[in-house]
């Protein structure tokens, strides 16, 4: 019989209780233990002490790791108040909300999908969650099979709306499905994904568990085209951190647009940004959302599985256009929540300190390597007496 604990107490450093109070705050597991975090120190206080500026993206993530654990452990031991001096700020948790079932909008944008859209219906038809409102936009598809796929799909679940427009671009077809929204919440997802069954469920448990959170997003499990449905061999798993926001410039912390919004949260942020020929338009809205005020959460549990295409829109277009729609949402410095303006200036001086570190330890290594050349020819001419001309 496997050992039950009423308390699970974790150091402070490390942030390993981080995982494990993540799944808690989602409703996962834990529901009968306390877990506690101990302050013993933070990653942060170990570089100051060395006089030394974060030199990359995992020292940032450890630190928010290290501070969620602490602000939303059950209870925290801080004997000496250094976690508060440190502006870390424990709050009980908030109390477990009664059961119910509030609707839920699924968006599905469609766009040449026919040969992997039947098996997301699937998905969503099989779904443990009662109460879904789904609707599906063809973005114009001008693939013939598509097309007749996506009539198909409409006589074969009467219960879905099916909406038909002119090609606009994937942006633009999600703001669609979020204007269609009935449902409390909006829950946008690709037509070649495939959802697990209790995929709305936990979402749904988390994120009203969590009044603090505009959004939460979860980790997925990736397979390849060529198999119909996902199988038991997966070719990577994502598992989101989901913080902190100033490392969202950098790189996407928060997770697949296949997440759950509060649906009134995302329209007052602005939805999604329509710019055509660019993808990466789930990360933009996620800094966009936080940015105007909302949280970003974390379901630490692989709640979908993801569709890896070679011909994938975000494989097949220009990395830095990408990027670039991201970064301009950060051009609004005075939209930062409080306090990421700060590791967002800590990491642009602590990364440019260590590539020049590297620099020089490069230049370095050139220079003994020629000064080791130069010694070892030096040498075999002296030994074969060699005397140069004059």
Known sequence: ??????????????????????????????ADTELVVRFDGASQLDRESAQRWPAHLDELERDFMEKFAFENADAVI?????????????????????????????G??????????????????????????VVVIDDGSTDAASRDTFDHMERAHPAVRFVRQANAGIGATRNRCLELARGEFFLPMDADNVARPDMVERFVTAIRRNPQYAAMTCYFLAFDEKYPAPGTDFLFALRPVGGPHAASAIRNVY????????TDALRAAGGYGTDRGTSCEDWEAFVRLVQAGGRIGVVPDHLFYYRHRAGGFSRVTNWYANHQR?????????HLPPGEAAVLWTALLGFQQEAQRLAEERRAWRYRAVDGIAGFVKRITGRIGFTPRS
């Open 1 to 30: 019989m496997p050992q039950k604990f009423s308390r699970i107490e974790f150091p402070s450093r490390g942030g390993l209780g981080f995982r494990a109070i993540q799944a808690k705050r989602a409703g996962l597991a834990f």
């Open 78 to 106: 801080d004997p000496d108040g250094a976690a508060v001096a440190l502006g870390w700020r424990w709050a009980p948790p908030p109390p477990v909300p009664e059961p119910a079932t509030p609707l839920v909008t699924v």
């Open 108 to 133: 599905i944008a469609h766009y040449n999908l026919g040969a992997h859209l039947p098996a997301t219906l699937d998905s969503l038809a099989a779904q443990t969650y009662p109460a879904l409102d």
């Open 255 to 262: 997770g697949d647009a296949n997440a759950i919004f509060r």
């Open 326 to 334: 991201v970064l301009r949402q950060f051009g609004k410095a005075d």
